[in-house]
């Protein structure tokens, strides 16, 4: 889908309305810019985006935190680094 607007003299452009309705963005909603050479792509920024996401670590991560610095440990004083 290809749209075209104008930049005004202070820079700034307009969605037009179907692009809204699509997006489902409306006043006061904000947009992140993306960047890449000269194309700019225009997101709706979610700020409920991680609501939905428990945790990206696993259940037991605890434990294996643990076992993780312990094996650490044992390895420093096998290598005679800790006393």
Known sequence: ???????????????TKEIRERTSIGEGDRVILNTM???????????KVFDDVKSFLPENFEKILVKI????KERMKRLGILG
């Open 1 to 15: 889908m290809k749209n075209e607007t104008l930049v005004t003299r202070g820079g700034q452009i307009t969605l």
């Open 37 to 47: 050479g000269e194309i700019i792509m225009i997101s709706k920024k979610n700020p």
């Open 69 to 72: 610095r312990t094996d650490e």
